[in-house]
């Protein structure tokens, strides 16, 4: 896919999607660097793949987002492609849903996105070019009982994304979603095991889908071969939901 020492920043990477999207990006020779709450799933993703750098971030903590984006750049020696992987859902039925958890993935999942987008975009623009991949959600497009903040989130990334590529195109940015169904991952291991078979008999390809289904779209997205592809999002559900 052409990657070779393209340099990426990939938050969320040590979760399910993100471990994959570690894999499929060194794989390609890209310069990685992975970042994620958890220090000591960083330090078994850096034992895994030792070419990467890992750096532990908190996207809740917006005022440091601008300087993560410089001391990555400087630990990467530039930036070619982002990925904003990183994602929670905190469920409930709406009229059981605070505020502080209204709040709080709107931050996470929205929020931290404008402002990562914001940052790597002036690096981007200096270099004359970038990819930026933002990772949504079927339920942003279908909607999902007790997850009205989480399904917001997501749809707000792709009309973001959509704005977004408008505005950068022309400065050959690249701004792309990749919308999962359901995966594999810890997100849905918390799905009890009866609804859990509920939504796969509504899944046309008989099963979750793997971190590799995802990762594999994302890193098209970012390669050369994707060029002419701006403001799109790409579906991988198994055919749960067909735009
Ligand atoms: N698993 C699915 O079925 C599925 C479906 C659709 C969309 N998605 C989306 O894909 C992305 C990855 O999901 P996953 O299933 O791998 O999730 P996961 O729970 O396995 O991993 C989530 C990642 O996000 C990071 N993260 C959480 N809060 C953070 C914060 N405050 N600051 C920085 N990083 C933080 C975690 O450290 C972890 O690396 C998310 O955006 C999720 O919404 C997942």
């Not at 399910?16 to 890209?30: D, M, P, Q, T, W």
């Not at 339920?139 to 792709?158: D, I, L, M, P, R």
């Not at 579906?235 to 749960?240: E, P």
Request: charged share 20%; aromatic share 6%; with cysteine.
């Amino acid at each position: 896919m052409s990657l070779k020492y393209k340099k990426v920043i990939i938050t969320g990477a040590t979760g399910g999607i993100g471990n994959s999207l570690v894999k499929r990006f060194a794989e390609e020779g890209a310069i990685i660097l992975a970042t994620g709450t958890k220090e000591e799933k960083l330090n078994d993703l850096k034992k895994n793949f030792s070419s990467i750098q890992i750096a532990k971030f908190n996207l809740e903590e917006h005022s440091t987002i601008e300087s993560f984006i410089e001391s990555a750049v400087q630990k990467l020696g530039g930036l070619d492609i982002l990925v904003n992987n990183a994602g929670i859902n905190l469920d409930s039925l709406t009229i059981r849903m605070s505020e502080e958890n209204w709040k709080k993935v709107l931050d996470i999942n929205l929020t931290s996105t404008f402002l990562m987008c914001k940052s790597a975009i002036k690096k981007m623009i200096k270099n004359k070019s970038g990819k930026i991949i933002n990772i949504t959600s079927i339920v942003g497009h279908t909607g999902n009982f007790g997850q009205t903040n989480y399904s917001a989130s997501k749809a707000g990334t792709v009309a973001f994304s959509k704005s977004l590529a408008l505005e950068y195109a022309k400065k050959n940015i690249n701004i792309n979603c990749v919308s999962p169904g359901f995966i594999k991952t810890e997100m849905t291991d918390k799905i009890p095991e009866e609804y859990k078979k509920m939504l796969i008999n509504k899944i046309p390809a008989g099963d979750l889908g793997t971190g590799d289904d995802v990762s594999n779209c994302v890193v098209f997205l970012a390669s050369d071969k994707a060029n002419y592809i701006n403001g799109e999002t790409i579906h991988v559900n198994g055919g749960m939901y067909m735009a």
